[in-house]
């Protein structure tokens, strides 16, 4: 909820209006650098941001440019007045003269209009976070460059007071930041290549017409650093340059992933095996033919995935030894107990009832082929990759289909119901 006090931030005294200076000014207006850019910006994160407390410092200070955008636009229009009647401040800027009538608009100094391609937005705190850093350090330095193009002390106030916000924001931002407690360069999840982050690529060489070197420094050198010579200047021979590392993670298997991908195909094996006994039970019992008929094509569907994760065993170059897997046990007996309470429910009910057991085994299931499948997509099998997912597929086109089912049973189950209420 927004409220307007009729009141600036910063009172605006301008003595000596100058129109081609308002027309400066309409920088920091419309501006890819300017207050509207960073109250959109900073509200718009604050309404994506989880966190509650970094949120109501986003919403903080994006209700606060917003009080800027007043400043800078009533300063802008004293400066650009003489612009409404004088000729030769309209030739300043015909588009703010005819077309404004004088007065600001959303166009930069340029008369550009203003764009939502200004904001940076990513929905990851820290990266946004860094980005406003960014923002305020670049809207301080248009408002510097400001003051010492202008010569009228009140205005020269009035930017000052701006100019020293940005510097409270970026304190502010900087703050939040190092509050999140993360490494400088963990950035999103997913972990850069190793070895290849450490490489710094020598791509600028030899000698500049005025005298220009390659420099070693900090950022080239030192620490965990590899100097590189420039991919463009490496041939095919052997030990010319250093190669580029191009793996996305190590060729070992330092984590054990591995292991713990088998330990995922024997549980899933043992659950497949386990299920292949309880579907037809579950599609006896099942009372339409519509479910019957699904419950038995998904026996089919599980038969063969135990066979492609036999495959995947034989991929892998290990037996195919199934592992107890308890989940699987105890859906299995909770499948069993609603069977047997069914029987004194109305079809439609009873079959609801079957289908909740069914689709909580289908999540299990695809719980566990998702974990699987991943780990294999990490250690590079992709023929693993693709048998794990074709059986993911076929589990969640099973639960969608037993959504189906389900809202049919739902409308058929509502009838009578409905029947009862007209015959009254």
């Known amino acids: ?23 400066m000014l309409l920088e920091q207006f419309g501006g890819a650098n300017g207050e509207l850019a960073a109250a959109m910006q900073y509200s718009i994160q604050g309404l994506n941001c989880e966190d509650p407390d970094r949120k109501d410092l986003l919403m903080d200070i994006g209700t606060e440019e917003l009080s800027h955008l007043e400043v800078v636009g009533c300063l802008a229009r004293m400066h650009l007045a003489p612009s409404k009647f004088d000729r030769q401040a309209a030739e300043t800027d015909p588009l703010i003269a005819i077309a404004g009538g004088g007065g600001v608009n959303l166009f930069n100094s340029q008369g550009n209009p203003w764009t939502a391609d200004y904001l940076k937005i990513t929905g990851e705190l820290d990266v946004d976070l860094r980005s406003n850093i960014a923002a305020e350090a670049r809207a301080k330095i248009v408002y510097e460059r400001l003051i010492n193009f202008c010569d009228d002390a009140g205005s020269k106030d009035a930017l000052q007071f701006l100019m020293t916000r940005e510097i409270t924001h970026m304190k502010a931002f900087a703050a939040a930041l190092e509050s999140l407690s993360k490494p400088a360069f963990s950035i999103g999840r997913i972990a850069p290549t190793p070895g290849l982050v450490n490489q710094f690529f020598n791509d600028s060489t030899g000698a500049g017409d005025h005298g220009e070197i390659d420099t070693r420094g900090p950022w080239n050198e030192g620490g965990e650093w590899v100097f590189t ?35 995922e195909l024997r549980d899933i094996l043992h659950a497949e095996k386990q299920l292949t006994k309880a579907l037809p039970k579950m599609a006896q019992t099942a009372r339409f033919d519509q479910l ?8 089919g569907e599980t038969e063969e995935q135990i066979d492609r994760i036999n495959q995947c065993f034989e991929l892998l170059g290990e037996n195919a ?54 780990l294999a997509q990490q250690l590079r099998h992709s023929a693993v990759v693709a048998l794990l997912s074709k059986s993911l597929a076929e589990e969640e086109n ?16 509502k009838m009578p119901a409905t029947l009862e209420q007209a015959e009254s």
Do not use: W
């Open 1 to 23: 909820m927004y409220h307007h006090v009729k009141k600036l931030m910063f009172t605006v005294r301008v003595d000596e209006p100058d129109p081609r200076f308002g027309n």
């Open 229 to 263: 010579d420039s991919p463009a200047l490496q041939t095919a021979e052997p030990g010319t340059a250093t190669p580029i590392v191009t793996e996305s993670s190590p060729p070992a298997d330092e984590a054990g992933l591995t292991e713990l991908l088998l330990h």
């Open 292 to 299: 019957r008929e699904l419950l038995e094509q998904h026996l």
């Open 321 to 374: 030894r199934a592992k107890p897997c308890k989940g699987m046990m105890g859906l299995i007996e909770e499948g069993k107990e609603v069977m047997e309470e069914s029987e004194d429910k109305e079809d439609a009910a009873a079959d609801l009832a079957l289908i909740a057991a069914a689709q909580r085994v289908e999540h299990y299931e695809m719980a566990g082929y998702t974990t699987a499948r991943n």
């Open 398 to 413: 099973a639960d969608v289909l037993l959504n189906q089912v389900a809202r049919s049973l739902m409308s058929v189950a």
